[in-house]
């Protein structure tokens, strides 16, 4: 059975205190248990967006009903049986556990109190519903906050998509701003730099750090996505921040579909090439996630790990996500205060420091 959740956001400030400024953080989103009856509905609502897949939609729908949901739920099941804790989702965990950082940090640097809630993209609680609850406790100034550093249509404009459809049913919604990306922020960068870090402190560093952000059609690149391009820019400021060039620190795309061309180089063949090419031990991190979630944990830290062991490599080691580390949640709340600047209720409390 799955675990029931109260999202009336995060633990904040008192019933008693005025707040009428939230911030809503939105992750990708998670099925409610392990279980091909608890995917199938989780993955018709993802890859029923045409801001994901956007063939016409006749054609698409007896794809997607006629083949992919009669397949794919019982394999994503097996899938997420593999990661599943006995809290959850590590995604949902992990998110819901960022939320209440955050909530405490805001709490202590802004001068009134300001909520912290969570929704999903896909999946409860869902954006609509959490900024209709957000309004009927007296927020009117919200800013959305998508965990996702780089901008994809795909991604944050389907956020962008669910928002504009929640403040279309509200009379009188409240006033809005979004962080489109965080891709290149310094602080941002640092905290993922730092992490890394970090790690090879503890583990020793591999012979090669390779970065593997979730992959998108090419063809939504040429028709104007600034993914690719969001990416590469991450990379490069990792790189320069790390001391690396391009032959220590590698880049590629992993978690393609179907047999249109993605964004490469692919990361299962680049892990395969790496090994049969003599690396031995290889470094992962993903910094297009800022929690870990499936794509991160089972197919990186354990399909990947295989495919390089297969093809003649001894350790591929995954670089945890951020997840709700100080150094992620001190560069969200910056983040956060420079964006909702000019709102009073983000304004520093007098000896706050971000």
């Known amino acids: 059975m799955p675990r029931s959740h109260d999202y009336t956001g995060v633990a904040g400030p008192s019933r008693d205190q005025p707040v009428q400024a939230a911030v809503l953080l939105v992750n990708l989103g998670t099925p409610e248990a392990p279980t091909a009856s608890a995917v199938r509905p989780y993955l018709a609502e993802f890859l029923g967006d045409p801001r994901v897949i956007d063939y016409p939609r006749w054609l698409w729908w007896l794809i997607l009903h006629g083949v992919i949901l009669r397949v794919r739920p019982a394999r994503s099941a097996h899938a997420y049986q593999r990661i599943w804790t006995p809290q959850g989702s590590p995604l949902r965990v992990g998110s819901e556990a960022l939320a209440a950082r955050l909530q405490e940090k805001l709490s202590e640097a802004c001068n009134e109190p300001v909520r912290v809630a969570l929704a999903m993209r896909y999946g409860q609680p869902s954006v609509p519903s959490q900024i209709e609850r957000l309004q009927r406790e007296g927020v009117r100034r919200l800013l959305v906050l998508p965990l996702y550093p780089q901008y994809s249509a795909t991604s944050t404009g389907s956020v962008i998509d669910a928002v504009a459809e929640a403040m279309r049913s509200l009379r009188w919604p409240p006033e809005l701003r979004l962080i489109n990306d ?13 992490s890394i870090e970090q790690w ?35 990379a490069r400021a990792l790189r320069q921040r790390l001391q690396l060039d391009e032959s220590q620190l590698l880049m590629s795309f992993q978690s393609r579909v179907g047999r249109e061309q993605w964004l490469q180089p692919y990361t299962d063949a680049t892990v395969r090439e790496l090994a049969a090419n003599g690396v031995k031990t290889l470094d992962v991190a993903c910094p297009g996630f800022a929690v870990d979630c499936l794509e991160t944990l089972e197919e990186i830290a354990m399909q990947n790990r295989d495919f390089f062991r297969e093809a003649g490599g001894d350790e591929l080691r995954y670089i945890p996500a951020l997840n709700d580390t100080p150094a992620q949640v001190d560069s969200l709340a910056a983040l956060v205060m420079r964006h909702a600047g000019g709102w009073k209720e983000f304004a520093p409390r007098t000896g706050a420091s971000l």
Do not use: M, N
């Open 182 to 194: 965080y891709h290149d922020d310094p602080a941002h960068i640092d905290a993922l730099a730092r």
């Open 200 to 234: 090879w402190s503890t583990h020793g560093r591999g012979e090669k750090l390779l970065l593997s952000f979730h992959g998108i059609p090419q063809r939504y690149v040429r028709e104007g996505d600034p993914y690719f391009e969001q990416c590469q820019a991450t």
